[in-house]
């Protein structure tokens, strides 16, 4: 097991509202894993708990790290994060100075910052918005903007929360590509907290949480074959998944197919 990130027993109550009791969760180098749930399941305070934005009983690794007051800021740069609302992360006047900010507090000379931001903006999208003022943005520009900040860093970790509900669908299939992208090549970790399922086909592993417990927890082909829990906790199955499903029990096909060009060559046979 290649960890870069392990729960051990941890406890988190809001007030007298437990939400994790004995929580435990090991999370795999380069794993690309979609976090879903109902509403109230645990999922945001997660990753309010793994920001450290949250006091646990119980033991938090990342990078072998414990997280703890010594370690927590050696920790989070590492991690990169983007939150549903930007304007909540945004401290700097232009765009340009936006993704520079973590740099400079990295104390990263001055050429190279330039040199890494010109690069994100491009792999992003948003090189004509670097002089624009982040708070002037779409919501959809607003995204990009934090998630380019969140990748200039060179992240172990990338966790995203809900971090693209305000981009256009064919903006959105662009994200995912690239950031998927990353995770092949560079092995990057990525936690995409999510209420779209339709988002689980992007990784290769699902996380399904329902009051602070794992409810499922393994690769997509095989946590998408469970659409009687999906169902108990009021989810949709993806259209593809539960497409493939039907296929298969009529014996049109072996195996869950989640592209639909691979669905259409498949069947045209």
Do not use: C
């Not at 969140?150 to 669908?169: Q, R, S």
């Amino acid at each position: 097991m290649n960890e870069i990130i392990s729960i051990k027993d941890i406890d988190f109550s809001y007030g007298k509202h437990e939400i994790f009791k004995n929580f435990s969760l090991d999370i795999e180098k380069g794993d690309f894993i979609t976090i879903i749930g109902p509403n109230g399941s645990g999922k945001s305070t997660l990753v309010r708990i793994l920001l450290g934005l949250e006091k646990t009983t119980g033991e938090i690794y990342v990078n072998s790290l414990r997280m703890n007051k010594q370690n927590i800021r050696e920790i989070m740069s590492k991690i990169g994060v983007v939150l549903e609302n930007p304007d909540d992360q945004f401290v700097a006047e232009t765009v340009m100075h936006e993704i520079s900010f973590s740099l400079e507090n990295m104390q990263v000379e001055s050429s190279e910052i330039r040199k890494r931001v010109n690069k994100i903006a491009e792999f992003v999208g948003i090189e004509e918005l670097l002089e624009k003022e982040p708070h002037s943005l779409s919501g959809g520009q607003k995204q990009l903007v934090s998630l380019a900040s969140a990748l200039a860093i060179n992240p172990d970790v990338l966790i995203l929360d809900e971090a693209f509900t305000m981009l256009d669908v064919e903006t959105k299939e662009k994200i995912y590509k690239k950031i998927k992208y990353l995770n092949e090549t560079e092995n990057l970790t990525i936690l995409n907290v999510s209420h779209d399922t339709e988002d689980t086909l992007n990784g290769n592993k699902i996380l399904v949480l329902d009051n602070g417990k794992v409810i499922l927890y393994g690769p997509k082909e095989e946590v998408l074959l469970e659409e009687k829990k999906f169902n108990n906790l009021g989810l949709a199955l993806p259209f593809m998944a539960e497409l493939s499903i039907k296929l298969k029990y009529y014996d049109l096909i072996d195996d869950l197919i989640f592209d639909m060009d691979e669905m259409v060559n498949k069947l045209w046979k």
